[in-house]
């Protein structure tokens, strides 16, 4: 009996896969190859900081002198190459990590540049974004509590697209007062039309910027791209960088949580803005199990390999079926999201169904689209996951908005990716 059969597919689905699987053999290799200095890395951070099992003791009340606590701090300063790092449940999402570390970056009339575009629609609303009215237009009201209520203003650019002097010029002087930090988005978001940046593509930029601007804060949004190449964005030149603990460096264990690894003045006052000033990281108790954390740290550079391959493999299958992918196979990747590009809403819900057909959770439900917190438009979400919205797990996501695309990212192993390829072109066979 082969694999196929346990789900009534085709003999072609089959094929089609091993055939996409003999393209993408060479960036398989070199994926295995980042996984394994990824790994030695990792290893060699816990033997130098002599984790014991008494690190993964739970802590009650303020959490007050938590061991744990603090190890994990280090091994994620040492892993990131950073000079402190905040490693903590209480941060509950990517975005609320951010935001916290643009309170504790930025003070009262000072200005935030943006230089990768308009941020995806969490973030947006979060710096003080406008909303939009049902036409499409801008409205004047903005989601309260944002940092334009703290005083604190942003501007957006695509520094990529700078090619003239006029904009040259333009840029140069957005870096100056009031400018204080400078916000980098690694990941695409819900931008189909902006790649994934490199780990060279941020030193690039952190040159240009340092240039006209020596010392402002150079912040890096790390969401998606842990562990996908050797190097990280602090070694690239960056201040600080910020991500979630249920994408990459969860490792498909970490219940929740956020992380921010960086200089030692930068990572104290994040600190004080997550907790109070004076307070700082020396509370925060840590009821969660910690040898999750521990644990999922360990496992992050092979899963993150794992949902590598297989969005290359997802990549090579679908641009034999005629359909345009970005990056395409044999191009380099700065995070582990495959994104798709489809014709019409159909066709989105239909692969998003795929995806939660073959998930180990709510296997058997029918994603629909749906308001979701922070998010302008309905979104259509397929995550049949052992963690709530994780998408270190093997997950697709979209806006209802054209151009339609959509999102598919995670895997806590190849062999599952491989499964919902196969359901993808199912759907896609049916259709």
């Not at 842990?226 to 249920?246: C, H, Y």
């Not at 495959?338 to 019409?344: A, N, P, T, V």
């Not at 749906?370 to 397929?382: H, K, L, R, S, V």
Request: glycine share 10%.
């Amino acid at each position: 009996m082969e694999w196929w059969q346990f789900f009534s597919l085709k003999p072609e689905i089959n094929r089609l896969i091993l055939e996409a699987e003999k393209e993408v053999k060479a960036q398989h290799e070199a994926i295995e190859a980042i996984s394994l200095f990824n790994q030695a890395k990792v290893l060699s951070a816990f033997q130098q900081e002599k984790i014991t099992d008494d690190c993964f003791h739970s802590s009650e009340g303020y959490g007050y002198h938590d061991r744990g606590r603090e190890k994990l701090d280090a091994l994620f300063a040492r892993i990131f190459q950073g000079e402190d790092a905040l490693v903590r449940p209480h941060l509950v999402s990517g975005t609320h990590t951010l935001f916290t570390c643009l309170k504790g970056l930025l003070s009262p009339g000072e200005r935030l540049l943006i230089v990768t575009g308009r941020p995806y629609d969490t973030l947006w609303r979060a710096i003080g974004g406008k909303k939009f009215a049902e036409d499409g237009q801008e409205s004047s009201s903005i989601w309260e509590g944002n940092l334009k209520d703290w005083g604190i203003a942003f501007h957006c650019v695509n520094m990529q697209e700078v090619e003239d002097a006029k904009d040259e010029k333009k840029l140069k002087e957005l870096l100056q007062k009031p400018t204080s930090a400078v916000l980098i988005q690694r990941s695409r978001g819900y931008n189909p039309f902006r790649p994934s940046l490199t780990v060279k593509d941020i030193e690039n930029m952190v040159n240009k910027i340092r240039f006209y601007n020596s010392d402002i804060i150079i912040f890096i949004d790390n969401c998606y791209g842990e562990f996908v190449e050797k190097d990280e964005p602090l070694e690239a030149g960056a201040d600080l960088i910020a991500g979630s603990l249920i994408k990459n460096p969860g490792g498909g264990l970490a219940p929740t949580g956020g992380y921010v690894v960086g200089k030692k003045k930068y990572i104290n006052r994040v600190s004080s803005a997550m907790t109070a000033p004076g307070l700082g990281k020396e509370l925060g108790a840590f009821v969660y199990n910690k040898r999750l954390f521990y644990q999922g740290l360990f496992m992050a550079p092979h899963l993150t390999g794992e949902a590598l391959k297989g969005a290359v493999t997802l990549a090579a299958t679908l641009e034999r079926a005629g359909y345009g992918v970005d990056p395409r196979p044999g191009e380099k990747r700065g995070d582990i999201v495959q994104m798709i590009r489809l014709k019409k809403r159909e066709e989105l819900q239909n692969f998003c169904r795929a995806v939660q057909e073959f998930s180990p959770i709510n296997s058997h439900f029918v994603p629909i689209e749906g308001e979701t917190p922070g998010y302008q438009d309905p979104i259509f979400m397929a995550a049949g996951t052992f963690v709530q919205g994780s998408s270190s797990e093997l997950s697709a996501d979209a806006p209802l908005r054209e151009p339609y695309a959509l999102y598919v990212q995670g895997g806590l192993s190849y062999q599952h990716f491989i499964l919902g390829i196969g359901s993808i072109l199912k759907a896609i066979l049916a259709e």
